[in-house]
């Protein structure tokens, strides 16, 4: 247990739905990513927040996908009308600081299935 | 753009061989290296990571990689491996600047026989 908890574990949806997907970081953690890992592959980065700004997003957060972090602790990321494609881990991190030498720690994952 | 290259899917070892994993990586300048390992059900585990100094690197669990930059290589290697070794292992590189993400490769699933 790294510390980063993800909720839910596992989402099944139907195409079309709106889903949504929490990460609590470590506590004085002030950096917070999110990646998305399908099948056979390496985390791909989607976004990442300093505090409660979001300072980038990736070309694959499409406009269906939002990720906020209100109050600098806790991250949502939201996709809307599903796909078969966004089937995939969902992976959150976080760091201490922005600096990479700075270990990001991983969350367990939520694994969406849209079918 | 980065890229990070794990030319091997799949490996099988016996208890006790030793391993190797390999990673290459493209890039303009040196990157900060890392291997994670990634076990089912469980979040990416930070073995080891490279930044400057030392070319051999000590990580945790007996691991060890060495930077090898004439060859753009950052390889991962253990002497003994044991049955909780499996896993899947991803090597990633980043550069400390900007956006300071990480960029994956692909990953090697490493089998241990009895």
């Known amino acids: 247990d790294t510390g980063v908890s993800q909720d839910p574990r596992h989402k099944i949806t139907k195409r079309g739905q709106n889903v949504t997907f929490r990460c609590d970081p470590i506590?004085?953690?002030?950096?917070l990513y999110w990646y998305r890992q399908t099948l056979g592959q390496g985390p791909e980065f989607l976004t990442y927040?300093?505090?409660?700004?979001?300072?980038?997003k990736s070309r694959l957060l499409s406009d269906r996908f939002s990720a906020e972090r209100p109050k600098g602790s806790f991250s949502t990321l939201e996709i809307q009308r599903t796909e078969q494609g966004d089937s995939a881990m969902y992976l959150c991190?976080?760091?201490?600081?922005?600096?990479?030498?700075?270990?990001?720690?991983f969350g367990p994952g939520t694994r969406l299935t849209v079918l | 753009a980065q890229s990070v290259t794990q030319p091997d899917i799949h490996i099988t070892v016996s208890e006790g061989a030793s391993l190797e994993l390999r990673c290459n990586y493209s890039?303009?300048?040196?990157?900060?290296l890392f291997w994670y390992v990634q076990s089912p059900g469980q979040g990416l585990q930070l073995l080891l990571k490279?930044?400057?100094?030392?070319?051999l690197v000590q990580g945790i669990k007996g691991f060890e990689a060495e930077f090898k930059r004439s060859q753009s290589s950052f390889n991962l290697r253990k002497p003994s491996v044991h049955w909780s070794d499996a896993a899947e292992y991803f090597c990633?590189?980043?550069?400390?600047?900007?956006?300071?993400?990480?960029?994956f490769g692909s990953g090697t699933q490493l089998t241990v026989l009895p």
């Open positions: 991190a976080s760091s201490l600081g922005p600096q990479l030498r700075n270990e990001q720690f």
């Open positions: 506590s004085e953690h002030n950096r």
């Open positions: 927040f300093q505090n409660e700004a979001q300072l980038e």
């Open positions: 890039y303009g300048a040196t990157p900060y």
């Open positions: 490279y930044f400057s100094g030392d070319t």
């Open positions: 990633a590189v980043g550069l400390d600047r900007r956006a300071r993400q990480l960029t």
